[in-house]
């Protein structure tokens, strides 16, 4: 029996986020998967403070909040689905916090990565064209995981249920459950102009090379009948950054090589920041 997790990136209870949540996996259940769900803002998270000690020292976060068993609870599960709002161009808060935390599961893709499993995101918003870049960063959230987005939905609903109102979306919904309640890990296909592995829409662009700023994937740019056209490399399963092989290939010749290079310039950036402090400025705070 698969066990699929459903995680809620909003603070409302019964609002958008949860019921798509709650729809994907009922699907699920009708495959016969257990379930269960985590709400992101009911726990205790703290920022990442960029000490390092996860992936240069590999040592245990020293951040004292319940992130390590968010981990754990996440690396039990056979598949993933994934929900939060949109504010303001971007996902709510808390997605963000999550995934500027993932060193502590990256700096460990040495030790054998589980099986890739899948998973579906969903992000709500209340205009579709104020959608911003939600979408990718849940898709690299979970990618960083070590699951593979198989369906992603965009949900525009601007009231707390509205979306029980899309029969469809519910439709859709319904059956990205059934897939993940029977393991299935092919992607469904994406829109033309869009990155096949995170749906972002948006790139950087070089010369003929589009690149997709969240996974890496790579596309050439080609005028088709007087229109820009997208041709991206291969077959995109191994062509991302989110693979362990790239995530591991990054932490050896990226991360860890930054506490010798910064150690080797400590003296120098030390005395180089003498004169800021000696600078006369204070901190303005609000009262107590």
Not at 37 to 61: F, H, S, V
Not at 111 to 127: D, F, H, Q, Y
Not at 196 to 211: H, K, M, N
Request: proline share 8%; hydrophobic share 40%; glycine share 10%.
């Amino acid at each position: 029996m698969a066990y699929v997790l459903g995680i809620v990136g909003s603070a409302r209870s019964w609002g958008n986020s949860e019921l798509m949540v709650r729809q994907v996996l009922r699907g699920a259940q009708e495959e016969g998967a257990s379930a269960q769900m985590i709400r992101l803002t009911g726990l205790r998270l703290m920022q990442c403070t960029g000490c390092m000690r996860c992936a240069i020292g590999g040592k245990p976060c020293p951040l004292r909040d319940d992130m390590a068993w968010l981990v754990d609870a996440v690396q039990t599960a056979d598949a993933l689905v994934l929900a939060a709002p949109t504010y303001f161009l971007g996902p709510a808060a808390t997605v963000k916090l999550v995934l500027d935390r993932l060193l502590m599961v990256t700096s460990g893709i040495e030790e054998s990565p589980p099986p890739l499993r899948p998973a579906v995101t969903i992000i709500t918003a209340g205009l579709e064209n104020w959608r911003g870049v939600s979408l990718p960063y849940l898709n690299a959230l979970v990618a960083a995981f070590g699951f593979r987005p198989i369906e992603s939905l965009t949900a525009v609903a601007p009231g707390p249920g509205e979306v029980l109102l899309d029969d469809h979306l519910m439709d859709q919904a319904l059956a990205a459950g059934q897939r993940l309640g029977k393991g299935e890990l092919n992607p469904a296909a994406a829109p033309p102009g869009v990155c096949p592995v995170c749906r972002c829409d948006s790139f950087i662009l070089e010369g003929d090379r589009a690149i997709c700023p969240i996974c890496a994937r790579q596309a050439t740019i080609e005028m088709e009948d007087g229109a820009v056209r997208l041709h991206f490399d291969g077959d995109g399963a191994s062509d991302h950054r989110w693979t362990p092989e790239r995530l591991q290939e990054h932490m050896d010749q990226w991360v860890r090589t930054t506490g010798p290079r910064f150690l080797a310039q400590r003296s120098e950036i030390k005395a180089r920041r003498r004169p800021y402090r000696a600078m006369d400025v204070g901190w303005l705070c609000p009262p107590e």
